[in-house]
Structures are given as structure tokens and as C-alpha cells.
């Protein structure tokens, strides 16, 4: 299994532009999340969702913020516009089923530098 | 709420030393707990785990018991390596509620 599949590993964009991370989850895998870390504020979830359903979007910051996904292999988290306090490292990970002991997968991270 | 409450880092030790990072947990009835290890550049990825009171959850020679009298649930290890550095994250989970993490314990081992 290649495990969770982010890409870009690094993207550096310059404030107001439009930003999109990717993320392949686990081959049927049926939930996906998205975390942001950062040193002040340690890891976040921003949103999950099921069976390509957003479940719980709460984690959001701002409406500048959105996430789809329109199949069970794909996933976007989109910027628009950027801004300088959205650096961040931004994870996604996957898992089958929710129940107590079921894992999350993490992919590598998408690390996010906006100047 | 859930939550869970690491000691803050870095832990600083030497090759071969013993290790212990604490984590307490605060939750309603019987979560599960997790042990994530995230090294340098990568994403988190799960050490352990133990579902039920007194369970053990054991790898890669690192052992955390969960105590429900204390609310509890330590990572040992009995002999650090250089290649044990990295952050440690101490988590929950009750039924189908979110995962819930602490803010993470740094690990640093010299050789």
C-alpha cells in the first residue's frame, strides 16, 4: 500500500494567492481528515469527511478556507486568498471506519510558506 | 470535554537511557488511547494503542499501560536509541468522536 499521497511537499506562494493541496487517501479508507500544525498552535483538524461527505468543517479558521471531495481517491484543501499566518504544515490522513480503535494514516505533509 | 494533557518537552537523553513521557487523559466513560510518533519531515504515524483498562500497547520496544485509577497512559521505553528522536503524541478517542491529541513531546537523544 503506498499509504496517504500529498502533494505538493512544499509550496511557497506570495499573500493573496490561491492555494490547493492535494491528498490520495488509503484505498478504501472511508474517512479523511485535515490538520494543520504549527508550533503555536500544535495540530488542528480542519475538517473530515465520509464516504467524500464533509462531516464536521468546525476546524475551518475562515471562509478563505474550503475543502472538497468529489470521489473516495481525491481530496482539496483550497486557500483563497492567502495569507502570511496560513504557513503551516497541512496533513491529511485516512481511516477505515471511526470506531475507538481504528488508526488515522497520515501522509507526509504539505509544508505551506506564504510571504 | 476529552483531552489530554502531555508533559512538555524536549525530553533531552542520552543513547541507551531509560524513557518515560507522561500523559493524563480526561474523557467520559471508556476511550481508546493512542501513542503517534512523528519524525523529522514526515506525518504522524501510529506506536501503540490499548482499547481497555489495563491493556498494554507495545512496539518497537516502546510500552504504554492504560490506568484508568489514574487516568493514565505513559510512554516507556527501556532503552532510547538516536533514532528514537522525534515528536511523540499522546491521543484518545471515544467511540465515533473525533481523535483527540495532545500538543505533542520532543524527543532528543545524543549519542
Known amino acids: 500500500d503506498a499509504g496517504v499521497i500529498q502533494s505538493p511537499r512544499h509550496e511557497v506562494t506570495e499573500m493573496g494567492q490561491e492555494v490547493t493541496l492535494r491528498c490520495k487517501p488509503i484505498s478504501g479508507h472511508d474517512y479523511l481528515f485535515w490538520y494543520r500544525q504549527t508550533m503555536m498552535r500544535g495540530l488542528e483538524l480542519l475538517i473530515y469527511?465520509?464516504?467524500?461527505?464533509?462531516?464536521?468543517d468546525s476546524g475551518m479558521p475562515e471562509d478563505r478556507f474550503s475543502a472538497k471531495m468529489p470521489n473516495a481517491s481525491f481530496s482539496t484543501l483550497k486557500i483563497q486568498p492567502s495569507e502570511p499566518r496560513d504557513s503551516a504544515v497541512y496533513f491529511c490522513?485516512?481511516?477505515?471506519?471511526?470506531?475507538?480503535?481504528?488508526?488515522?494514516?497520515f501522509g507526509n505533509g504539505t509544508r505551506l510558506t506564504v510571504t | 470535554g476529552n483531552s489530554v494533557t502531555q508533559m512538555e518537552g524536549p525530553v533531552t537523553l542520552s543513547e541507551e537511557a531509560f524513557l518515560t513521557i507522561n500523559c493524563t487523559y480526561t474523557?467520559?466513560?471508556?476511550?481508546?488511547l493512542f501513542w503517534y510518533v512523528q519524525y523529522p519531515g514526515e506525518g504522524l504515524q501510529l506506536l501503540l494503542k490499548a482499547t481497555k483498562a489495563d491493556d498494554k500497547g507495545s512496539n518497537k520496544g516502546f510500552e504504554a499501560t492504560y490506568r484508568k485509577e489514574t487516568t493514565s497512559f505513559h510512554l516507556e521505553k527501556g532503552s532510547v536509541q538516536v533514532s528514537d528522536s522525534a515528536v511523540y503524541f499522546c491521543?484518545?478517542?471515544?467511540?465515533?468522536?473525533?481523535?483527540?491529541f495532545g500538543t505533542g513531546t520532543r524527543l532528543l537523544v545524543s549519542p
Open positions: 491521543a484518545l478517542k471515544r467511540g465515533f468522536q473525533k481523535l483527540v
Open positions: 490522513a485516512s481511516s477505515l471506519g471511526t470506531e475507538n480503535n481504528s488508526p488515522l494514516h
Open positions: 469527511f465520509n464516504n467524500n461527505v464533509p462531516i464536521d
Open positions: 474523557a467520559t466513560g471508556y476511550p481508546s
